[in-house]
């Protein structure tokens, strides 16, 4: 079974500039998450779905980053226009239960 | 935001060493879960101890949770170079219906030959 595929896996873009990760779960996991990783930090929730749902996106910063789940599978993090800051790993998950299954992230850097 | 810490921040040990990670957090929880980070790598879950569990054991694992200091602890046994990785503790709380996992900020463990 396919385990949760990001991509891409890495990204260097100059600021400003617009950015998109995307995340296919694993199959039948209805809950998906996008978590950022800093460096020598742990993951911070940036959005949680519930199918095609956002039941919580009050960590994600709306006023650049934008979230979609097309059908309740897979989904995109976009980041418009992006700032030096936001350099960091991009994490995606599903669950289907209490277990959420990661995958390999996108490294961003932002120059 | 972090609802866990780990403490220590770090730690290095030798080969056949056991090594213990603490993490503290902060709300009611439903279960708390333990995962590990390989350098560049995504989490990979280890562990889960639910709210009503004080120890569970997985192989050479063993967790600990108290929730009336809202702690836990991840004992690795007899550690090899191959579990030196990044461990986080994840709480889970049900928020709204539905699981909502937070993340500590990590212990980082180098187990050298």
């Known amino acids: 079974e396919a385990g949760v595929v990001q991509s891409p896996r890495y990204k260097i873009i100059e600021k400003k500039q617009p950015v998109a990760f995307w995340c296919n779960p694993i199959s039948g996991h209805n809950t998906l998450y996008w978590y950022l990783q800093n460096l020598g930090q742990g993951p911070e929730l940036l959005i949680r779905y519930e199918n095609e749902e956002a039941v919580d996106d009050s960590q994600l910063p709306k006023d650049r980053f934008s979230a979609e789940r097309l059908k309740g599978v897979d989904s995109t993090l976009k980041i418009q226009p992006a700032e030096l800051g936001d350099s960091a790993v991009y994490l995606c998950?599903?669950?289907?239960?209490?277990?959420?299954?990661f995958g390999q992230g996108t490294r961003l850097t932002v120059v | 935001s972090q609802q866990g810490e780990e403490d220590p921040q770090a730690l290095s040990i030798q080969e056949g060493e056991n090594a213990t990670m603490n993490c503290s957090y902060k709300?009611?929880?439903?279960?708390l879960q333990w995962y590990r980070q390989n350098s560049g790598r995504g989490l990979v879950h280890l562990i889960l101890i639910r709210s009503n569990e004080r120890e569970k054991h997985s192989g050479r694992l063993r967790v600990t949770l108290d929730t009336s200091k809202k702690s836990s602890s991840l004992l690795i046994t007899a550690s090899r170079a191959a579990d030196t990785a990044s461990y986080f503790c994840?709480?889970?709380?049900?928020?709204?219906?539905?699981?909502?996992?937070?993340f500590g900020t990590g212990t980082r463990l180098l187990v050298s030959p």
């Open positions: 994840a709480t889970d709380a049900w928020n709204t219906g539905f699981q909502k996992l937070v």
């Open positions: 998950a599903s669950s289907q239960g209490a277990e959420a299954f």
């Open positions: 709300t009611s929880i439903n279960n």
